[in-house]
Structure formats: C-alpha cells, structure tokens
C-alpha cells in the first residue's frame, strides 16, 4: 500500500501511564476511508490508543502518523466522545460555529445551517443546548467534529449513553455521515462493532494488543440494518468478534 492511501500508521506502539504499561506493542495501518472499530474489555486501552492517534498523548515506545504526520492535537481530526460537552451558554449554532473558526474555516450562518443539516438537525440552530434531546445533542457533538475539513473522525463510545432506540438511529446515520472519511470507533459493543466497523480490532485486556483483526465485509448500502442485522453472515462475525473479546478478557496478561 502507498503511504498516500494511509490514513494512520502505528509502529510498535507502546503507551506508559508511570509503572502501567496501558497499550502494546501495537503496530496497526488504517487504510483512508476505513471505518476501524476497536473493542475490548474495560482499561485494555482502547481510549488511550485513541488519544494517541488524536496526538493528546505521545507513545512511550514507537510511533504514530496521521496523515504521514506526528498527530497534533485539534488539528485534522473530529473527535466525539460519550458526554457530547457542547458549551451550554452558546446555542446549537453558536457552538458548530466555533468549531468551524477554530479549524480556521468561515463561521457563516450558511455554513452552520448546512452541517447541522447533515447530521439531521434542520431546525434547532437558535436552540439552546439544554432545550435538545441527549441524541440532538450528541448530533450537535458529530457536527462539530465534522466541521474540521477532511476530518479523521474519532469516536469514543459516543452512544454508550444513549437509550437503545436513540442509539440505533444514530448507529444507522453515522454509516451515512462517514462515508467516505476515515473514522476510528471505541466501543464495548460487539453488535455495534460489526454493525459500523468496515473493520475490528479485538484488544487483549491491559496492555492493549491486538488480539484479532477482521475485515467485515458487509454490504454498506442497499440494505436496511433490520436486513443487515438478520444475515447469517452478519451472525457469524458478531459470533467471531464476541468470542474473541470473551476469551481475552477471562485470560490473565501481565502488565
Ligand atoms: N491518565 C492516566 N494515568 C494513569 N493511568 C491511566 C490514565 N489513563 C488511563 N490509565 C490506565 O490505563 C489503562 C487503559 O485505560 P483506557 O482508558 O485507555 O482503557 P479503555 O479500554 O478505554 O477503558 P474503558 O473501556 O473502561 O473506557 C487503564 O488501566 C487505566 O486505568
């Protein structure tokens, strides 16, 4: 693969919180426009290889490249955590706005309107953050991260405080809002994971390695997810990846 078609590159990764080896060895290529999930057990260290690839921590041991570049924090990359933290004294507006300057790009009511549109939100631009749902407001939290150009999207378990039904919507939308882009998801979800993934990373608990990585190769689009979700094919890869994240997290790995 040309270094122009990858999107991040891990080489031998380490990551170190003091004495805690938290994350590797881990060496990991994510080709543009893949759709990478990482899912494991509780602290194996998916949101720091996250923070990593985001450029707000720098490997103990090894690199990271994204884009061909050491990660600088807040700069090419959209990031959506699981509290949606928008700014509750601007309205929905006035914080898609501010992401739009701070990725020095024109903060126009035109551009506004039209990122809320993709993430579905046509017409609470004017609300305030608390006079939204949690699911408008974690919509309001992707916009944001969408508004940074070409954006490597990094989601960590943006859903998880969801209800089931708010979160399948958005499940459904984000293979939408995706598209195209390279996204990295953390999740504890093993139906979540084969659902969006165009790949899954299985992580062994702490340190964080790679215990397996499958390509998911189901159909994207022209089908609904009632109809993804029945396929035998859908079935079996919950199946591999569930089993896996099982077999790791019973197993005992040294720090
Ligand atoms: N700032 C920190 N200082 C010290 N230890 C940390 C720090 N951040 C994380 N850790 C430790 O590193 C390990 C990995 O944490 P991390 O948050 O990356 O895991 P995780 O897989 O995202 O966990 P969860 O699924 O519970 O959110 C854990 O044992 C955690 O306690």
Wanted: net charge neutral; proline share 8%; hydrophobic share 45%.
């Amino acid at each position: 693969m040309s270094s122009a078609d990858t999107a991040i590159e891990l080489s031998e990764v380490v990551h170190r919180y003091g004495d805690v080896t938290a994350v590797g060895p881990i060496s990991l290529t994510v080709p543009e426009g893949e759709f990478l999930v990482l899912v494991g057990a509780s602290g194996c260290g998916k949101s720091t290889l996250l923070r990593l690839i985001a450029g707000f921590e720098e490997p103990t041991f090894g690199t990271v490249r994204a884009a061909g570049e050491p990660p600088v924090p807040g700069r090419g990359a959209g990031l959506v955590f699981q509290q949606p933290r928008l700014f509750p004294w601007r309205s929905v507006g006035g914080n898609v706005a501010l992401a739009l300057k701070y990725a020095g790009l024109p903060a126009t009511p035109a551009h506004v309107d039209a990122l809320l549109a993709r993430v579905g939100l046509h017409d609470v631009a004017r609300r305030r953050t608390w006079q939204i749902s949690g699911g408008q407001q974690q919509r309001v939290a992707i916009a944001r991260a969408l508004a940074v150009e070409n954006p490597l999207l990094l989601l960590d378990e943006p859903f998880a405080a969801l209800d089931a039904l708010t979160r399948e919507r958005l499940q459904e939308d984000l293979r939408g809002f995706s598209q195209g882009r390279t996204s990295v998801f953390v999740t504890h979800s093993v139906d979540e994971a084969v659902f969006l993934g165009t790949r899954v990373v299985v992580l062994t608990p702490r340190p964080g390695r790679i215990a397996l990585d499958l390509p998911i190769p189901l159909p994207r689009t022209g089908i609904t997810p009632d109809e993804l979700r029945r396929r035998p094919d859908f079935a079996a890869l919950r199946a591999e990846v569930g089993a896996a994240v099982r077999t790791r997290s019973t197993e005992e790995v040294p720090a």
